[in-house]
């Protein structure tokens, strides 16, 4: 079985940081596609951050951009969610999937995707 794990959740005050990251389970997988997304309690999932893996490219979501770095180690075949001044709305759980092609921000163009980790910010 395939899949993706994610670590690094927790409790953090407003403004703190928290490093989240991703790394394959199972059988290994080819996919150029990285992303985060995350979920509110009674909301939709919310793309936040992706890397294309072939070219390092990476796109992320306006509420992030200047906040959250997302980067990868490819020895480890690992990708990060570096997250600064976090911001009690983003209490959410994040998920890391994994797709295709790259600059996606839509969740249905992932296809393999972790059981989330859950990140509580208080004010």
């Known amino acids: 079985q395939v899949r993706v794990v994610e670590s690094g959740g927790g409790l953090v005050q407003a403004g703190g940081s928290l490093r989240l990251s991703c790394a394959p389970s199972?059988?290994?997988?080819?996919?150029?596609?990285r992303a985060w997304f995350r979920q509110a309690p009674g909301k939709g999932r919310e793309f936040v951050a992706g890397?294309?893996?072939?070219?390092?490219?990476?796109y992320y979501a306006d509420s992030v951009k200047g906040r959250f770095t997302i980067s990868t180690d490819s020895a480890k075949n690992t990708v990060y969610l570096q997250m600064n001044s976090l911001k009690p709305e983003g209490t959410a759980v994040y998920y890391c999937?994994?797709?295709?092609?790259?600059?996606?921000?839509?969740?249905?163009?992932?296809?393999?995707w972790g059981q989330g980790t859950q990140v509580t910010i208080s004010s």
């Open positions: 890397i294309t893996w072939s070219s390092l490219n990476t």
């Open positions: 199972g059988r290994t997988f080819i996919r150029d596609a």
């Open positions: 999937a994994a797709g295709m092609y790259g600059g996606r921000r839509d969740a249905p163009d992932y296809d393999y």
